[in-house]
């Protein structure tokens, strides 16, 4: 039994390697994620995210449909709606959302790829268009606070 | 790189240390993109799922609980992403339909004639053993092309990736390593 494990242990080592080699993490990856140390968000809060219908056992969707989203952090929560998005998605998708309590608000809709800044209105409304697929947060700026919602992947 | 090493490093990065934590993200990389691999999702989703993971790790520099554990939390949250990322969109390759073509880019003739004999020899065996690698089932490749990023022997990150126990593990390990043996013997290759 002792000579089998060994054996085991020399071929995953070898099958390590293969995947080193025919698989590696993409070099570009792994400098996003390092630079992603600056996103450790001092000054905001961060709003966990509660509610994801992309969670929900019936959930049956062809192409992107429509994906509801609820963060919350002391008090506050932000609801979101995304819908739209034809696969292969070149267009991006359409976001919907709203602070609760309503109030004002600036909202920078964040991506590795830039950043988008929209307004709530006095009825904690905001909208955009064109949010691109791929890691996406919100950092919503309130009069006493700066919320940051949890990274998720559109 | 052990699991004390990682949670030093871990621990160092939420205390502010740039170096630590690009250090960090260099020695658990593998292991994330092994998960996300390992759901058959393509490079292009692959990509989003891995970032948003690291993304995500980054909020919570000074939330976690257990720094010893921050490896597992990564393979938890990567298959979560994962797992949402195929039900939101469906796009799967049923082999790593990608590596065969990065192999194939690599064979021309001039790169035949370059390569030293004994690289060439190691080349062509890891390429073979890949393609025996895909010819294993769904769940076996799943797992070991989990085991392989993770650190060694170590098992709870596949677990978290998985949704398995940790003592389910070694046992799906020897069986499925011992599925590819018989695939290469068959192979020829031994």
């Known amino acids: 039994m002792d000579e089998d494990l060994s054996q085991d242990d020399l071929l995953e080592a070898e099958l390590r390697r293969a995947a080193a080699v025919l698989d590696p993490v993409p070099a570009h990856l792994v400098r996003a994620a390092v630079e992603a140390f600056a996103l450790r968000g001092l000054e ?22 429509t994906r509801l989203l609820t963060f919350a952090v ?65 950092r919503v700026r309130f009069s006493d606070a700066v919320v940051a919602t949890e990274w998720i992947t559109v | 790189m052990d699991h004390e090493a990682i949670g030093r490093l871990f621990r160092a990065a939420a205390a502010g240390d740039a170096a630590a934590w690009k250090s960090f993200v260099e020695a658990l990389s593998p292991l994330v993109w092994s998960v996300v691999r390992a759901h058959g999702l393509p490079e292009a989703d692959a990509g989003e799922v891995y970032q948003t993971t690291w993304f995500r790790l980054a909020q919570n520099l000074g939330r976690i609980r257990e720094p010893e554990k921050v490896s597992t939390w990564l393979a938890t949250t990567a298959r979560n992403e994962a797992l949402k990322a195929i039900r939101a969109r469906r796009r799967l390759v049923p082999g790593d339909e990608d590596a065969f073509e990065r192999v194939a880019d690599e064979r021309t003739p001039e790169a ?40 060694p022997h170590s098992y709870q990150e596949a677990a978290a990736a998985l949704g398995l126990s940790v003592g389910s593990i070694g046992p799906m390990r020897q069986r499925c390593l011992r599925q590819l043996r018989l695939l290469l013997a068959e192979r020829g290759m031994g």
């Open chain 1, 44 to 65: 905001a809060e961060l709003a966990e995210l509660t509610f994801d219908s992309l969670e929900e056992a019936a959930a049956v969707r062809s192409g992107y449909g």
């Open chain 2, 112 to 151: 035949a004639v370059i390569e030293a004999e004994e690289e060439a020899a190691a080349a062509e065996r890891d390429r073979r053993l890949w393609q025996a690698f895909q010819e294993l089932g769904a769940k076996c490749r799943r797992l070991l092309r989990i085991l392989i990023g993770s650190p």
């Open chain 1, 74 to 138: 002391a008090g506050r929560t932000v609801d979101v709606e995304l819908s739209g998005g034809e696969w292969p998605g070149g267009e991006g998708v359409r976001l919907l959302g709203g602070v609760h309590p309503a109030e004002p608000a600036e909202v920078v809709v964040e991506g590795p790829l830039g950043s988008l800044a929209v307004r709530a209105d006095e009825l904690g409304r905001f909208s955009a268009e064109g949010v691109p697929l791929g890691p996406f947060s919100l």
